[in-house]
């Protein structure tokens, strides 16, 4: 399935769908788009024939990959609530404005799940353009790879050389240093009209978030994620979808 962000949501910095929360690599904060592969209910079909959903999710935690459909366990088909966002198997929740083209042709545009054959001719045509738009930044994603790339390859050194645990250790350290120094230097704080219950609860805060962090978890996707071979078969794999969307939409024009 390939999902877009609204622009609200690209502006926060969340490329799509919260990704940049679970995946805190350099590839997350950077790739204007990005496509997450889950499937969607199919008819009960033999095992045998049963094919694997199309891995277009970079970087995408392993938890929301979703296996083959098969009669014996179906998949969640996706909720649409009442505020215009649609929640997706696995619990991702599309803002209002969202679009999302799945595997079975079915499209999510303006809240609701259709299939292709259900849309206006006024949806197909937004669906183009979304598809197009898409395109484009698959384009420049491309184009930015080799940079990407090399990226990833210095976090996987780091994280092999011991830097990334210890730069992530220091970090929680300093936040205990700076709490520290705050409860010795209250005075001062309030005589330069600076509240020191206020810093301390920012840095308590910071200090609250830097703990939850799973270091060896980041280590782990760190390695995992320095891999070219798939993060370019995925690329090719997204261009392909949008490419076979744009020819089902042509043959349903011509009906």
Known sequence: MLTRPTSTRRNAGKALIAL??????PLTASWATRYV?????????????AAAPMSIAALTPAS?????????????APR???DGSVTLPGGMKLDK???????????LLNGKVKRLDQLTPAERSRLRAIIAESQRDLARE??????????LRREADRARSGEMRKEMLADREDLRRDLAEVDSEVAQLRKNGEDPEK??????????????????????????????DKIQAELIAAEQQMSRLLSRLDELDRR
């Open 199 to 228: 810093i301390k609860a920012e840095i308590r805060a910071s200090l609250r978030e830097a703990e939850s962090i799973d270091i060896e978890k980041q280590i782990r996707e760190a390695l995992e994620a320095a891999n070219p």
């Open 97 to 107: 404005g969202s679009s999302a083209f799945f595997a079975n042709d079915n499209v």
């Open 20 to 25: 940049a929360a679970t995946v805190a690599l």
């Open 64 to 76: 929301l990959m979703a296996a083959p459909a098969v009669a014996a366990a179906p998949v969640a």
């Open 37 to 49: 592969d889950i499937a969607q209910p199919a008819s009960p079909v033999p095992a045998t024939k």
């Open 80 to 82: 649409e609530n009442k």
């Open 142 to 151: 491309r184009a930015e790879l080799p940079g990407e790339l090399a990226d």
